[in-house]
């Protein structure tokens, strides 16, 4: 059993190498060099960068404001123990 699948194996990988050029290609892209097709692939790839731009944004803003709420609760802790009585400081 595991020869046969090795053998499938070994005859599809050898079919797909040798014709490889039609293999991998798609249709639009089988028109070379042509501008059009240079066009359509780049929109093709800013189509898919969208959505990773559109949450990494999302994200990076959450984080950002996580931060900014840290800092802001550090110094409010900060001037709250400043304001902390203290019995050396009194005079009784």
């Known amino acids: 059993m595991l020869k046969k699948n090795f053998l499938i194996a070994l005859v599809i990988t050898a ?35 969208t959505p990773y731009a559109v949450v990494a944004s999302i994200v990076g803003g959450l984080i950002f404001t996580y931060r900014r709420a840290l800092k802001r609760k550090e110094k409010a802790d900060e001037k709250a123990l400043m304001l902390l009585w203290k019995q050396e400081d009194s005079s009784r």
């Open 15 to 49: 079919v797909l190498l040798a014709r490889a050029a039609q293999t991998f290609a798609c249709a639009v892209c089988l028109g070379g060099g042509d501008s059009v097709t240079e066009g359509y692939n780049a929109s093709v790839l800013f189509l898919m960068a």
